[in-house]
């Protein structure tokens, strides 16, 4: 039963276009969305985050978009340099337990 | 300013064998988790603790069992090991679990192999 889904593996964009990832969730008691990049052989580092009752956060070249009636959030990174060509995940928080989607491989290409 | 700190980096065991992954904190935070990542698959939550003396179970606590004696460490305990806890497992740490301000903070991982 996957809660947070991420439904593509992969995403290739040309450098300095605009990457969009997404990401749905089933469970309406998600009360804080957030966005993790992963370097290889390295913990996820923190990008940014939105709370339920938003549907618009932005810091620097990310922004993430909440829809609650579709259950969709994305993660929207302008613009893209090749060094942003790691593994994004999003999670879901319910009572600050964190629920991760399966991750999406960005690959900026110049 | 280390962080979280995980050890060891990599460990090949049998299958049968125990070990304990270490995690510790120095940001005193109360919280603590732990996750495993499989391949093509996202973070799945093991354990997890809101504090010294306090742990509860997470997605997948099968197989694991966990401790945490003190703010700073949140070992985990694998008692017999299978093949099917290969993985990457990650520790990490937040101040709350009100995550408008307290987003977690991830150790660098340990590659478990059980062969």
């Known amino acids: 039963d996957q809660q947070v889904k991420q439904n593509s593996p992969s995403l290739s964009v040309q450098e300095g276009r605009i990457s969009i990832l997404n990401c749905d969730y089933t469970?309406?008691?998600?009360?804080?969305f957030l966005w993790y990049k992963k370097y290889p052989a390295e913990g996820p580092t923190f990008l940014i985050s939105i709370s339920s009752i938003k549907d618009k956060n932005e810091d620097g070249r990310f922004t993430v978009f909440l829809n609650k009636s579709a259950k969709h959030l994305s993660l929207h990174i302008v613009p893209s340099p090749p060094g942003d060509s790691e593994v994004y995940f999003c999670?879901?928080?319910?009572?600050?337990?964190?629920?991760f989607g399966q991750g999406t491989e960005l690959s900026v290409k110049p | 300013n280390a962080g979280v700190t995980q050890t060891p980096k990599f460990r090949i065991l049998k299958i049968g064998q125990s070990m304990t992954l270490q995690c510790t904190q120095d940001m005193n935070h109360n919280y603590m988790y732990w996750y495993r990542q499989d391949p093509g698959m996202g973070l799945k939550l093991i354990y997890y603790s809101v504090g010294a003396g306090i742990t509860d179970k997470g997605e997948v606590p099968n197989g694991y069992n966990v401790s945490r004696s003190t703010t700073e460490d949140f070992p985990l305990r694998l008692e017999l090991a299978a093949p099917s806890q290969t993985s990457v497992y990650f520790c990490?740490?937040?101040?709350?679990?009100?995550?408008?301000?307290?987003?977690?903070?991830f150790g660098n991982g340990t590659r478990l192999t059980v062969t």
């Open positions: 469970n309406s008691m998600f009360d804080y």
């Open positions: 990490a740490s937040s101040y709350s679990r009100d995550r408008r301000n307290s987003p977690l903070h």
């Open positions: 999670a879901a928080s319910e009572r600050g337990k964190l629920i």
